[in-house]
């Protein structure tokens, strides 16, 4: 079992950052490919980001790409989003998951491969 806690979220004006984190309980962090969604209102989840076990593959959604970072520290049960220039319609719930399968950067777009998700955190960027 693996439980995450999104923090990091608030009220930022366009252009701005924020950094969210992720942590995760467990001793197991390590072997879990970890992934960044978010919910805007009326809309589905989307994918944001999601990163490899040991961190070194990622792969974004094109929407994000260029202004968003996800990293990951084993050392510290933790991942992270940085989120740089930041647009009204970043707008969101932004939630962590966690995926046991193989890393296969395309696949991890797809919401049912993860099984642990944490309570998500509101962004919201004003215009």
């Known amino acids: 079992q693996v439980q995450l806690v999104e923090s990091g979220g608030g009220l930022v004006q366009a252009g701005g950052s924020l950094r969210l984190s992720c942590a995760a309980s467990?001793?197991?962090?390590?072997?879990?490919?970890m992934g960044w969604f978010r919910q805007a209102p009326g809309k589905e989840r989307e994918f944001v980001a999601s990163?490899?076990?040991?961190?070194?593959?990622?792969y974004y959604a094109n929407s994000v790409k260029g202004r968003f970072t996800i990293s990951r520290d084993n050392a510290k049960n933790t991942a992270y989003l940085q989120m740089t220039s930041l647009k009204p319609e970043d707008t969101a719930v932004y939630y962590c998951?966690?995926?046991?399968?193989?890393?296969?950067?395309?696949?991890?777009?797809?919401?049912?491969?993860?099984?642990?998700w944490g309570q998500g955190t509101q962004v919201t960027v004003s215009s």
């Open positions: 998951a966690a995926d046991r399968n193989s890393w296969a950067p395309w696949a991890t777009i797809f919401l049912n491969r993860y099984d642990y």
């Open positions: 467990g001793r197991t962090f390590s072997s879990y490919i």
């Open positions: 990163i490899s076990r040991n961190g070194d593959g990622t």
